[in-house]
């Protein structure tokens, strides 16, 4: 910085067989959807019924008119195709690929769900359904418009090396691709007429591109590739419960569960930016350690992932009794685990929370199984209406209608348990590299409370909240620039200030002029409070032992008390 020359920097470049400007990511996606189901309904007596239905979906695999696919394909020591993570695997690149993935012709979803009233105020409910999770189009992607039509290398300054920076956009030469044969991949920039599974000469590649790169840089491929073992996932949806009527209320009750079958994820096969060659088998290094060529890291779409989620589900409903009072109560008790809850780690939830990361060993992304981000064990809420017929009112019958008819007050009521969140060391632990989210080791359990002389301080000790774990570093047999291990801790162990919120509505409808039997319009007039009381509710904390303010709270949730008022015509 002090010289005001770069360290480092990416760009991401074109083939020159690619269309540039503004069409620089140019493709002519296809792909067909076919899908049909049925439902029938059975009353087998007056007190039971049964409704059964099967729904079919297939989509077929993403296609590109000028063929401009390519994947990289684990393969064994005699050329067969394996998995990512088998021990000695190599990978081929290889260009039109086909199939670039499995076509999973399972996409069979039935239903089924059962009515029986026991007596004339219960009704008994139960019901089953299997819901098919189809590959999209996001996830397809990942085969079309990657290398060698396109390419990001990454230039860093070396000893006796500087960086070469414009202010300007300066256009990079990409080398041409050859096949393992010798021969030019894309012959006068005609993508359509390579046959299909045409692997890739990535050595010659490398070589290349290394040649034309300040200071002869190594560049690393890392594609996002699609799993050629991917397939459908399902939701298996399952619940019982029994409706009662409570005279001019109504009870629900159920459980529901939802086990989430093969679900769409990311797998790091290769380790994470920088891993060391023991978590980078696709990467070649020599025997002082350094890099020499092959990949870095990669983003494999799969489906191995797997959820459950588990709740009681209440509710009480009225929707008018003899005081003008309607109201719907719900009361959720649920718990929802998996080992990823997005397909890729998003950005912080705020500027110092990390909400989603990927697993700690990308390697066995399963150890993560934990409870799930969006989790919330208690839910709460009410909505209510209550007229308030001023016009009855004995003493206010006198005052003109106009000003005493129509008002109504309504209320929203919300009341949650806290989200749960993760802890991380904020160094790097292990060998795998840079991108994962390594976790400490916990020491001591903190009381965490909102409640304390420093309400923001939810850990309770301030600038020692990282006493409460141990970052296992510099330990033996420990891999890595800091020799560690992976953190005991677990994923999404810790929970977060709980959320109260209660919205108020002062409503008043006036009708205005005559159309035949009817009012020609009604002016509606609202005074609407939100967060009334102002109630702090607290976001997450800091998160990262390492970090700024681990421990801090530094962010509400939700707003401060809002009001507003408005002028409705309704005609």
């Known amino acids: 910085m002090l010289t005001a020359t770069p360290f480092e920097y990416t760009i991401r470049a074109a083939a020159s067989v690619t269309p540039q400007g503004d069409k620089f990511d ?9 899908s049909f189901y049925f439902l029938d309904g059975w009353k087998v007596n007056s007190r039971l019924s049964v409704n059964y239905g099967l ?59 059962m009515d029986y009233a026991l007596t004339k105020h219960t009704t008994l409910h139960a019901g089953r359904a299997i819901t098919t999770l189809l590959p999209n189009l996001w996830l397809e992607n990942f085969v079309t418009g990657g290398f060698p039509l396109t390419f990001q290398p990454v230039v860093t300054a070396r000893a006796n090396i500087p960086v070469p920076f414009s202010g300007s956009v300066v256009a990079t030469t990409l080398p041409d691709p050859y096949t393992t044969q010798g021969q030019l991949l894309l012959p006068g920039g005609d993508s359509s007429k390579v046959p299909v599974n045409t692997e890739i000469d990535l050595q010659r590649y490398q070589n290349d591109l290394a040649a034309i790169t300040p200071g002869h840089e190594v560049q690393l491929f890392s594609p996002g590739v699609i799993s050629r073992k991917f397939r459908n996932g399902y939701l298996a949806a399952y619940t019982a419960g029994f409706d009662q009527d409570l ?17 769409p994820s990311v797998l ?56 003008g009072l309607s109201f719907q109560a719900s009361y959720t008790f649920s718990k929802s685990l998996d080992d990823t809850s997005a397909i890729i780690g998003g950005p912080p939830v705020n500027s110092v929370t990390i909400l989603q990361a990927p697993p700690q060993n990308p390697l066995d992304p399963g150890a993560d199984r934990g409870t799930s981000t969006f989790d919330v064990t208690h839910v709460f809420t009410l909505s209510a209406i209550q007229s308030v017929p001023l016009e009855k009112v004995k003493f206010l019958q006198r005052v003109n209608r106009k000003l005493t008819a129509g008002w109504q007050l309504l209320n929203i009521t919300t009341l949650t348990s806290g989200s749960p969140f993760s802890v991380f060391s904020g160094v790097q632990q292990t060998g795998v590299g840079l991108g994962g989210a390594d976790r400490p080791d916990q020491v001591a359990k903190p009381m965490l409370s909102t409640s304390r002389t420093i309400r923001e301080d939810y850990f309770g000790r301030g600038a020692d909240n990282g006493s409460f774990f141990s970052l296992p570093v510099g330990v033996p047999g420990g891999t890595g620039p800091n020799f560690g291990r992976f953190g005991t801790l677990g994923r999404d162990t810790f ?20 159309r035949g039997k009817n009012e020609l319009g009604i002016v509606q007039f609202r005074a609407e409070f939100f967060n009334i009381f102002n109630v702090v509710n607290f976001a997450l904390p800091s998160n990262v032992v390492l970090g700024s303010g681990f421990g801090i709270i530094s962010k509400t949730a939700g707003t401060s008390r809002q009001i507003q008022f408005s002028l409705k015509l309704i005609y």
Do not use: C, M
Request: zero cysteines.
């Open 26 to 34: 140019e493709a002519s996606v296809r792909r067909e959807a076919y």
């Open 55 to 113: 729904r079919y979906e297939l989509n077929s695999r993403i296609k590109e008119s000028e063929q401009r696919t390519s994947s990289a394909i684990p393969v064994d020591a005699n050329g067969n195709e394996t998995s990512f993570l088998a021990p000695g695997a190599r990978q081929i690149f290889l260009y039109n690929p086909q199939p670039a993935y499995p076509l999973d012709k399972n996409g069979w979803g039935p239903r089924v769900s």
């Open 247 to 263: 005279q001019k209320a109504k009870l629900s009750v159920a459980y529901v569960g939802t086990p989430g079958i093969h679900l």
């Open 268 to 323: 790091s096969a290769n380790g994470y930016t920088g891993a060391s060659p023991e978590f980078a088998p696709y990467t070649q290094f020599d025997f002082t350690g350094r890099v020499t060529g092959g990949f870095g890291p990669e983003s494999v779409i799969n489906n191995e992932s797997h959820s459950i989620y588990h709740a009681l589900q209440t509710s009480v409903t009225q929707n008018q009794s003899r005081i």
């Open 495 to 514: 929970r977060g200030p709980g959320y109260k919120d209660f919205d108020i509505s002062l409503i008043k409808d006036t009708s205005f002029g005559r």
